[in-house]
Structures are given as structure tokens and as C-alpha cells.
């Protein structure tokens, strides 16, 4: 079992900046990649960014990138979604969720985190 907690989140004025991060603990070890979907009201959820859990590739949502960046702390077992010229529309919850050995897609997820972007 993976065991994921997200933090970070707020209010923020467009423009400006917050770091969400997601703790994993547990069976780390089987962790193959993780990443960051988001769902705003109304919408479905969406991809944001992802990175392979050891190699550090990562890719990004057309919407977020060069805007968001998506990294890892290897001691903490911690990744973290710097996002930063926030919009309105990156109103959210974030959700952080990890991908293991022989499953082909994210099974673990966090309980969210909400991110308001005020105009």
C-alpha cells in the first residue's frame, strides 16, 4: 500500500504563486511514477504533470507548461507542483496520485487539496 498527503494549497491573487507537495510513505519502493491531476466544478479531472518516480523525466499539461513545474525530494520521498503566473482558471482541487509496478495506470491517489486563484 501507498499512502499519499497533499498540502499546500490557498487562496491566491492571479499572478501569483503556491507550492503544493505530496508525501508519500508506505511502499514507496514499488512507486513507478507520480503526478498531478486537478478537477475544478462542474469539469472533469485532468491531467497536470507527471514525473518518473527514479529518473526524474517529467511532462506537462499544454495548459500548465512553462507555467508549473513538477520536482521530487528524494530524502523525503516528496514531490512537490510549484506553480506559478497563476490564472483563475487553474482553480482547483489538486490531486496527487502515484502509479506502481504492473498497473498501467495511477492507482493511488491523495484525499486533494484545494487551490483558489482569485482575480
Known amino acids: 500500500q501507498v499512502q499519499l498527503v497533499e498540502s499546500g494549497g490557498g487562496l491566491v491573487q492571479a499572478g501569483g504563486s503556491l507550492r503544493l507537495s505530496c508525501a508519500a510513505s508506505?511502499?514507496?519502493?514499488?512507486?513507478?511514477?507520480v503526478g498531478w491531476f486537478r478537477q475544478a466544478p462542474g469539469k472533469e479531472r485532468e491531467f497536470v504533470a507527471a514525473?518518473?518516480?527514479?529518473?526524474?523525466?517529467?511532462s506537462y499539461a499544454d495548459l500548465v507548461k512553462g507555467r508549473f513545474t513538477i520536482s521530487r525530494d528524494n530524502a523525503k520521498n516528496t514531490m512537490h507542483l510549484q506553480m506559478n503566473s497563476l490564472k483563475p482558471e487553474d482553480t482547483a482541487v489538486y490531486y496527487c496520485?502515484?502509479?506502481?509496478?504492473?498497473?498501467?495506470?495511477?492507482?493511488?491517489w491523495g484525499q486533494g487539496t484545494q487551490v483558489t486563484v482569485s482575480s
Open positions: 496520485a502515484a502509479r506502481t509496478i504492473a498497473f498501467t495506470n495511477y492507482n493511488y
Open positions: 508506505g511502499r514507496t519502493s514499488v512507486i513507478t511514477s
Open positions: 514525473l518518473r518516480w527514479n529518473g526524474g523525466s517529467t
